[in-house]
């Protein structure tokens, strides 16, 4: 199994930008589909962001498409979400995900994937 460990949130303007980085221990990252998911108070997760364990499919959450970006580094162990023109609905703790390259599922399942970090908190002043 892998273990995740989110870092890079913090507070932005609206407008402004931020990096996430997942940064992944134990198994063999290279085989390991990664998802970016995010919840808000009162609300239930949301997809935003996966990437394929080739690194040569990425999918996105309907509200974060043209604004996010998604990407890997297997040698370093890490997936990065790339944040541009944050909105204050974006506010959101955000969690990384792992699960295995055999996965056949929706990458917006969250079921699908069997490991997840901790989070990191973004928040948007309006």
């Known amino acids: 199994q892998v273990q995740l460990v989110e870092s890079g949130g913090g507070l932005v303007q609206t407008g402004g930008s931020l990096r996430l980085s997942c940064t992944a221990s134990?198994?063999?990252?290279?085989?390991?589909?990664i998802g970016w998911f995010r919840q808000a108070p009162g609300m239930v997760r949301e997809f935003v962001a996966a990437i394929k364990w080739s690194g040569g499919s990425t999918f996105y959450g309907d509200s974060v498409k043209g604004r996010f970006a998604i990407s890997r580094d297997n040698a370093m162990n890490t997936v990065y979400l790339q944040m541009n023109s944050l909105k204050p609905e974006d506010t959101a703790n955000y969690y990384c995900a792992a699960r295995p390259a055999y996965s056949s599922d929706y990458y917006f399942t969250a079921a699908s994937y069997d490991s997840w970090g901790q989070g990191t908190q973004v928040t948007v002043s309006s």
């Open positions: 134990g198994g063999t990252f290279s085989r390991y589909s």
